[in-house]
């Protein structure tokens, strides 16, 4: 009987590994394929990242700092190609904005501000900034 207890015991082993091992291979698989779904997502759910994710190279300046400004919902006045780089206006924009907007092009984005001037306006904590951004 013991036998028999040992050969069941065995034999049920078996049945639930052939059984359960498909389905935590394919567990496995899932789960690797839902990681690499939210890391494409929180990729492309920042399109700063994105722009600087597709090659320093490959999008100009002025394109970088039209679509990063627009992201922090900084109006752009005036912009015009200078020598190697981007010259351009911003108008009544917070000033603290605008701060965190320079460290995004320069941390994120790999971009240089090799020219700025800041005007401060009435309102307090609202500035105009005109500047000179390159690669």
Do not use: H
Request: include cysteine; charge should be neutral; aromatic fraction near 2%.
């Amino acid at each position: 009987m013991a036998v028999c207890g040992v050969i069941l015991a065995v034999a049920a082993y078996l049945v639930l590994d052939a059984a359960l091992r498909p389905l935590l291979a394919a567990r496995t698989k899932a789960l690797a394929s839902i990681e690499l779904s939210e890391a494409k997502g929180a990729r492309l759910a920042d399109p700063a990242r994105v722009l600087q994710e597709d090659g320093a190279g490959k999008v100009p300046v002025s394109t970088v700092v039209t679509r990063t400004a627009a992201a922090r919902d900084l109006t752009i006045r005036r912009i015009e190609p200078a020598g190697a780089g981007t010259s351009l206006s911003i108008e009544k924009a917070d000033f603290n904005d605008i701060i965190r907007w320079f460290a995004e092009l320069e941390i994120e984005q790999g971009l240089r501000i090799v020219a700025m001037e800041m005007d401060r306006t009435t309102d307090p904590g609202i500035v105009n900034a005109t500047m000179t951004v390159r690669r």
